[in-house]
Protein backbone atom coordinates (compact mmCIF):
# COMPACT_ATOMS: atom_id res chain seq x y z
CA UNK A 1 0.00 0.00 0.00
CA UNK A 2 1.21 3.08 -0.84
CA UNK A 3 0.29 6.21 1.44
CA UNK A 4 0.76 9.64 -0.95
CA UNK A 5 2.28 13.38 1.17
CA UNK A 6 -1.83 14.32 1.02
CA UNK A 7 -3.28 11.10 2.61
CA UNK A 8 -3.93 11.31 6.21
CA UNK A 9 -4.18 7.43 7.92
CA UNK A 10 -6.81 7.00 10.61
CA UNK A 11 -6.47 3.57 12.35
CA UNK A 12 -9.26 1.36 14.39
CA UNK A 13 -7.45 -1.13 16.45
CA UNK A 14 -9.24 -3.82 18.23
CA UNK A 15 -8.94 -7.04 20.86
CA UNK A 16 -7.57 -8.53 17.82
CA UNK A 17 -3.95 -6.86 17.90
CA UNK A 18 -3.41 -7.60 21.71
CA UNK A 19 -4.85 -11.50 21.41
CA UNK A 20 -1.68 -11.97 19.01
CA UNK A 21 0.48 -10.95 22.20
CA UNK A 22 -1.37 -13.09 24.28
CA UNK A 23 -4.32 -10.84 26.02
CA UNK A 24 -7.25 -13.12 26.16
CA UNK A 25 -10.60 -11.46 24.22
CA UNK A 26 -13.69 -11.50 24.84
CA UNK A 27 -15.33 -12.99 22.45
CA UNK A 28 -13.18 -16.52 22.68
CA UNK A 29 -14.05 -19.37 24.40
CA UNK A 30 -11.69 -18.78 26.99
CA UNK A 31 -11.63 -14.95 26.70
CA UNK A 32 -11.37 -12.47 28.77
CA UNK A 33 -14.42 -12.49 30.26
CA UNK A 34 -14.72 -16.29 30.93
CA UNK A 35 -15.68 -17.08 34.86
CA UNK A 36 -17.32 -13.64 34.68
CA UNK A 37 -20.72 -12.66 33.89
CA UNK A 38 -20.36 -8.86 31.86
CA UNK A 39 -22.82 -7.80 34.65
CA UNK A 40 -21.06 -8.98 37.38
CA UNK A 41 -18.20 -6.94 36.70
CA UNK A 42 -18.18 -4.59 33.83
CA UNK A 43 -21.44 -1.76 34.37
CA UNK A 44 -22.30 1.20 36.41
CA UNK A 45 -24.62 -1.77 38.11
CA UNK A 46 -21.79 -4.06 38.58
CA UNK A 47 -19.88 -1.16 40.52
CA UNK A 48 -22.79 0.12 42.30
CA UNK A 49 -23.25 -3.86 43.69
CA UNK A 50 -19.92 -4.99 44.37
CA UNK A 51 -16.99 -2.48 44.10
CA UNK A 52 -14.48 -4.93 45.49
CA UNK A 53 -15.55 -7.59 42.78
CA UNK A 54 -14.95 -4.92 40.15
CA UNK A 55 -11.86 -3.98 41.22
CA UNK A 56 -10.61 -7.45 41.51
CA UNK A 57 -11.66 -8.25 37.86
CA UNK A 58 -9.25 -5.04 36.75
CA UNK A 59 -6.60 -6.47 38.96
CA UNK A 60 -6.32 -9.19 37.24
CA UNK A 61 -6.43 -7.64 33.67
CA UNK A 62 -3.83 -5.18 35.24
CA UNK A 63 -1.73 -8.25 35.83
CA UNK A 64 -1.95 -9.77 32.58
CA UNK A 65 -1.59 -6.58 30.85
CA UNK A 66 1.64 -5.81 32.69
CA UNK A 67 3.05 -9.36 31.58
CA UNK A 68 2.06 -9.15 27.67
CA UNK A 69 4.80 -7.42 25.55
CA UNK A 70 3.86 -5.55 22.35
CA UNK A 71 3.92 -7.53 18.87
CA UNK A 72 5.09 -6.74 15.73
CA UNK A 73 1.49 -5.10 14.57
CA UNK A 74 2.25 -2.76 17.43
CA UNK A 75 5.64 -1.71 16.28
CA UNK A 76 4.66 -1.84 12.51
CA UNK A 77 2.38 1.06 13.84
CA UNK A 78 4.32 2.88 15.96
CA UNK A 79 6.66 3.15 12.79
CA UNK A 80 4.13 4.19 10.42
CA UNK A 81 3.27 7.02 12.84
CA UNK A 82 6.88 8.09 12.96
CA UNK A 83 6.99 8.38 9.04
CA UNK A 84 3.08 10.29 8.92
CA UNK A 85 3.54 12.58 12.10
CA UNK A 86 0.33 14.47 12.38
CA UNK A 87 -1.21 12.81 9.22
CA UNK A 88 -1.50 9.50 11.68
CA UNK A 89 -4.28 8.68 14.03
CA UNK A 90 -4.63 6.00 16.03
CA UNK A 91 -8.21 5.02 18.06
CA UNK A 92 -8.31 1.88 20.06
CA UNK A 93 -10.73 -0.15 21.51
CA UNK A 94 -8.35 -1.56 23.75
CA UNK A 95 -7.45 -0.47 27.18
CA UNK A 96 -3.82 -1.96 27.44
CA UNK A 97 -1.25 -0.22 27.43
CA UNK A 98 1.10 -2.06 24.22
CA UNK A 99 0.44 0.55 21.64
CA UNK A 100 2.56 3.16 23.82
CA UNK A 101 5.17 0.74 24.31
CA UNK A 102 5.41 -0.17 21.00
CA UNK A 103 6.08 3.66 20.72
CA UNK A 104 2.59 5.08 19.32
CA UNK A 105 2.03 8.61 20.69
CA UNK A 106 -1.27 9.70 18.61
CA UNK A 107 -3.25 7.16 20.83
CA UNK A 108 -6.90 8.06 21.90
CA UNK A 109 -8.45 5.22 24.22
CA UNK A 110 -12.33 5.08 23.41
CA UNK A 111 -12.88 2.50 26.03
CA UNK A 112 -10.54 3.87 28.90
CA UNK A 113 -7.04 3.28 30.32
CA UNK A 114 -6.54 0.01 32.17
CA UNK A 115 -3.54 1.75 33.74
CA UNK A 116 -5.48 4.74 34.87
CA UNK A 117 -8.40 5.35 37.60
CA UNK A 118 -10.62 8.14 38.71
CA UNK A 119 -12.52 9.73 41.20
CA UNK A 120 -15.82 8.97 40.93
CA UNK A 121 -16.84 12.60 42.48
CA UNK A 122 -14.00 14.36 40.74
CA UNK A 123 -14.31 12.48 37.79
CA UNK A 124 -10.36 13.24 36.75
CA UNK A 125 -8.32 10.11 35.49
CA UNK A 126 -4.97 9.62 37.12
CA UNK A 127 -2.18 6.84 36.12
CA UNK A 128 -2.37 4.09 38.63
CA UNK A 129 -0.73 0.34 38.20
CA UNK A 130 -2.11 -0.39 41.36
CA UNK A 131 -4.03 -3.67 42.41
CA UNK A 132 -6.50 -3.95 44.90
CA UNK A 133 -7.63 -7.36 45.54
CA UNK A 134 -9.59 -6.95 48.80
CA UNK A 135 -12.23 -4.89 49.76
CA UNK A 136 -10.12 -3.45 52.53
CA UNK A 137 -7.68 -2.08 49.61
CA UNK A 138 -9.88 0.12 47.80
CA UNK A 139 -9.26 3.10 47.11
CA UNK A 140 -10.44 6.49 47.59
CA UNK A 141 -9.64 9.84 46.28
CA UNK A 142 -7.17 11.45 48.10
CA UNK A 143 -9.00 15.23 47.74
CA UNK A 144 -12.34 14.29 48.64
CA UNK A 145 -12.39 10.45 50.13
CA UNK A 146 -14.83 9.13 47.36
CA UNK A 147 -14.22 5.99 46.19
CA UNK A 148 -11.80 5.52 42.91
CA UNK A 149 -13.03 3.65 40.05
CA UNK A 150 -11.32 2.09 37.00
CA UNK A 151 -11.06 4.34 34.21
CA UNK A 152 -12.93 2.16 32.17
CA UNK A 153 -15.85 2.83 29.95
CA UNK A 154 -18.59 -0.08 31.21
CA UNK A 155 -21.27 -1.53 29.10
CA UNK A 156 -23.93 1.39 28.89
CA UNK A 157 -21.93 4.63 29.01
CA UNK A 158 -20.34 6.29 26.37
CA UNK A 159 -16.83 6.18 24.66
CA UNK A 160 -14.79 9.17 25.69
CA UNK A 161 -14.32 11.58 23.61
CA UNK A 162 -16.23 10.70 20.36
CA UNK A 163 -16.40 14.28 18.88
CA UNK A 164 -12.50 14.12 18.49
CA UNK A 165 -12.99 10.87 16.82
CA UNK A 166 -15.45 12.09 13.88
CA UNK A 167 -13.49 14.94 13.85
CA UNK A 168 -10.35 12.68 13.12
CA UNK A 169 -12.38 10.49 10.29
CA UNK A 170 -13.60 13.00 8.59
CA UNK A 171 -10.14 14.20 7.92
CA UNK A 172 -8.70 10.60 6.82
CA UNK A 173 -8.44 9.58 3.48
CA UNK A 174 -8.05 6.06 4.20
CA UNK A 175 -9.34 4.20 7.39
CA UNK A 176 -7.28 1.12 8.24
CA UNK A 177 -9.28 -1.12 10.48
CA UNK A 178 -7.38 -4.02 12.62
CA UNK A 179 -8.40 -6.77 14.58
CA UNK A 180 -11.93 -6.40 15.44
CA UNK A 181 -15.61 -8.04 15.51
CA UNK A 182 -17.07 -5.35 13.80
CA UNK A 183 -20.07 -5.94 16.48
CA UNK A 184 -19.40 -3.09 19.03
CA UNK A 185 -20.36 -0.18 18.42
CA UNK A 186 -19.89 3.24 17.89
CA UNK A 187 -16.38 1.56 16.71
CA UNK A 188 -18.14 -0.57 14.05
CA UNK A 189 -20.10 1.81 12.40
CA UNK A 190 -16.61 4.42 12.09
CA UNK A 191 -16.40 2.23 8.57
CA UNK A 192 -20.06 3.10 7.34
CA UNK A 193 -19.01 7.20 8.30
CA UNK A 194 -15.85 6.39 6.01
CA UNK A 195 -18.06 5.13 2.86
CA UNK A 196 -19.88 8.31 3.13
CA UNK A 197 -16.82 9.99 3.06
CA UNK A 198 -15.50 7.84 -0.29
CA UNK A 199 -12.56 7.64 2.31
CA UNK A 200 -11.02 4.57 1.09
CA UNK A 201 -11.35 1.43 3.65
CA UNK A 202 -9.17 -1.80 4.51
CA UNK A 203 -9.38 -4.13 7.08
CA UNK A 204 -6.83 -6.94 8.84
CA UNK A 205 -7.21 -9.60 10.78
CA UNK A 206 -7.61 -13.95 11.28
CA UNK A 207 -11.69 -13.85 10.34
CA UNK A 208 -13.92 -11.31 8.64
CA UNK A 209 -15.38 -8.78 10.79
CA UNK A 210 -19.27 -8.62 11.27
CA UNK A 211 -19.49 -5.66 8.50
CA UNK A 212 -16.88 -7.32 6.17
CA UNK A 213 -19.26 -5.96 3.44
CA UNK A 214 -18.26 -2.08 4.25
CA UNK A 215 -14.48 -2.41 3.33
CA UNK A 216 -12.94 -1.97 -0.01
CA UNK A 217 -10.46 -4.46 0.69
CA UNK A 218 -10.27 -7.22 3.36
CA UNK A 219 -6.65 -9.25 4.26
CA UNK A 220 -7.46 -12.27 6.71
CA UNK A 221 -4.19 -13.28 8.06
CA UNK A 222 -2.72 -12.04 11.97
CA UNK A 223 -1.68 -8.72 11.97
CA UNK A 224 1.76 -9.12 13.22
CA UNK A 225 2.19 -10.69 9.91
CA UNK A 226 -0.08 -8.90 7.72
CA UNK A 227 0.68 -5.18 9.08
CA UNK A 228 4.52 -4.95 8.84
CA UNK A 229 4.70 -5.26 5.04
CA UNK A 230 1.30 -3.56 4.02
CA UNK A 231 3.37 -0.56 3.64
Known sequence: MHLTKQDRLFVLTGAGISAESGLATFRGSGGLWNGYRVEEVATPEAWAADPAL?????????????????????????????????????????????????????????????????????????????????????????NCGAPVRPH?????????????????????????VVGTSGSVYPAAGLVHIANQKRTHTIYIGPEEPLNHQAFDEILLGPASEVLPSLF
Open 54 to 142: VWHFYSQRRHNASAAQPNAAHLALAQIERQLGDRFYLCTQNVDDLHERAGSQRIHHMHGNLFQSRCTQCNQPFPDTDVYETAAALPRCS
Open 152 to 176: IVWFGEIPLDMDTIYDKLNQATVLL
